[in-house]
């Protein structure tokens, strides 16, 4: 065993495989970044140049562009308030706050330090226990999956702080919108009004583009001549230390976050994005001081950071041992084992296992990497993006149109893209929060595929409320979904009761 494990540790430090990986990290961080460059889309690029490769090098590679893109977003949702991936959408919540504070730099080592811890822990766990939570995961069938999507919905209660009624009918925009295009169960033409482009829905990184992004060039021509945000990016000495003691003081919070981002990752079809924002959402709800959360502090940021990178992790556990992609991005990886001859299954794991444990020891080296280049890269690429106001929004608003046309080279999507931009700055001038929109968008087809199948099979069985209402996993996310809904109750009158206690000390 010695040996075997000696010889997978040579097999990832060694010189040609560790370049390639730490090439892909950095490819990876780049492309994450980039509003509109995905991390499916980097390795669906990236996938002809592996045809040639050994199977050892290419996986290593595409590997570290997976980390370090889900790692990437992060730097221009912090600096430019868009998020480069979908998993970054929670981290834009606190971390444009930040820059628009000044505190900038705090902001980037968080998301350094808490995705490499995310990132690591999830690797670890994925290394170890893979088959287990894979199984855990082949529980969820369409009933699980409905309440997971509901569940997933009454974190709009976190999300519109400063008004529940407008949140709501923000999350209901976003249902809306996730229904255009093909019914996932039947077909049905929906809300295409003739435009055959719209077959497909609206992507959803066309989605997240228009809505953080477009408001925001607005915003930066608003405030022209005044104090610019991308200015107040400066490094500044001691803060990246005391940034990470700091961190270092709540493990309760990225342990918390990590768990999450792996329990997620590994339900098929969830993703970093949901993980993210599960993850922000329950670190407001037990913070002491809930409502600075969406003003700009780090636990915000380490929340969604440390949860979306530890879902790289989880995501890959039902790939590896049943053939179900976790996320998107490993159904990118699914086609490149199958492209080099190997098993999905027990043979992964036996046959081909020198592969596969190289692989998945190199995944933790690659966010050790990814850490270290995110700590000391991310500000070589903040000063891509530290210019003035009349550089910047054009600069930012070409990318928002080459990022949305390139997804599926097609200007309808640009269309749309500067379609959502215009409702999220008018919906933002209205006290109108872009989240729960995105999250309507995001959990929609998860709910409506969900609903749909576990009332086919309730009909086939002869009872709706059986399917729904008696699996033990559907009785756990129902539970869960009324504490959802009744702990911003529980949390105003723990408030009232702390302010209560506080006067009569003050009168004593």
């Excluded at 049905?188 to 077959?199: E, H, K, S």
Aim: charged share 10%; hydrophobic share 55%; glycine share 14%.
């Amino acid at each position: 065993m010695t040996v075997d494990v000696l010889t997978l540790l040579a097999n990832v430090v060694n010189p040609v495989n560790f370049s390639i990986m730490t090439a892909g990290v950095a490819g990876g961080i780049v492309v994450g970044a980039l509003p509109g460059l995905t991390a499916t889309m980097g390795l669906a690029l990236l996938i002809p140049f592996t045809f040639t490769m050994e199977p050892i090098p290419a996986l290593m590679m595409l590997g570290g562009v997976y980390v370090g893109a889900i790692y990437g977003g992060s730097i221009s949702a912090i600096l430019i308030s868009t998020p480069g991936t979908p998993s970054a959408i929670a981290t834009v919540f606190d971390g444009f706050p930040l820059t628009r504070k000044g505190k900038a730099e705090h902001a980037l080592v968080t998301a350094a330090f808490t995705s490499g811890v995310g990132g690591v822990f999830g690797a670890v766990i994925l290394l170890g226990i893979a088959p287990p939570l894979a199984r855990f995961a082949l529980a969820f069938g369409p009933a699980e999956m409905f309440w997971v999507a509901i569940f997933g919905l009454t974190i709009i209660a976190t999300l519109a702080s400063k008004s529940l009624v407008k949140g709501l009918i923000g999350g209901l925009l976003g249902l809306l919108l996730s229904s255009i295009g093909l019914a996932p169960i039947g077909g049905d033409m929906r809300f295409t009004f003739g435009f055959w482009q719209l077959q497909g829905g609206i992507d959803l990184i066309v989605g997240l583009i228009g809505l953080f992004c477009i408001p925001e060039v607005f915003h930066m021509l608003e405030k022209k001549g005044e104090k610019r945000y991308f200015e107040l990016y400066k490094p500044q000495k001691g803060v990246a230390r005391s940034t990470i003691i700091e961190l270092i003081k709540k493990p309760v919070l990225l342990l918390r976050s990590s768990i999450i981002g792996v329990i997620v990752g590994i339900i098929p079809g969830a993703g970093g994005n949901i993980a993210g924002i599960l993850s922000y959402d329950q670190a407001a709800r037990w913070s002491k001081h809930p409502e600075e959360f969406g003003t700009g502090i780090i636990d915000g940021v380490a929340a969604s950071e440390s949860a979306n990178n530890a879902a790289v992790g989880g995501a890959l556990v039902p790939l590896l041992t049943f053939g179900i992609p976790g996320a998107p991005p490993a159904a990118v990886l699914l086609g490149v084992l199958m492209i080099h001859g190997l098993r999905i299954g027990p043979e992964l794991f036996t046959t081909f296992g020198h592969i596969t444990y190289t692989f998945l020891i190199a995944l933790i080296m690659a966010n050790i990497v990814m850490f270290v280049l995110g700590f000391y890269g991310a500000r070589q690429v903040a000063r891509m993006v530290n210019l003035p106001e009349n550089l910047i929004a054009p600069i930012v608003a070409l990318l928002c149109v080459i990022g949305s046309f390139a997804i599926r080279n097609n200007m309808l999507d640009v269309g749309i893209m500067m379609s959502f931009g215009f409702i999220g700055y008018v919906t933002r001038k209205l006290g109108f929060d872009p989240g729960p929109i995105v999250l309507g968008l995001i959990l929609g087809p998860i709910a409506e595929i969900g609903l749909t199948r576990a009332m086919l099979l309730g009909k086939a069985a002869g009872s709706i409320w059986v399917v729904f209402f008696t699996h033990p996993i559907s009785i756990v996310l129902i539970i869960l979904c009324v504490l959802s809904l009744l702990w911003p109750v529980i949390v105003r009158e723990r408030t009232k009761r702390r302010i209560q206690r506080g006067e009569k000390v003050g009168v004593e």
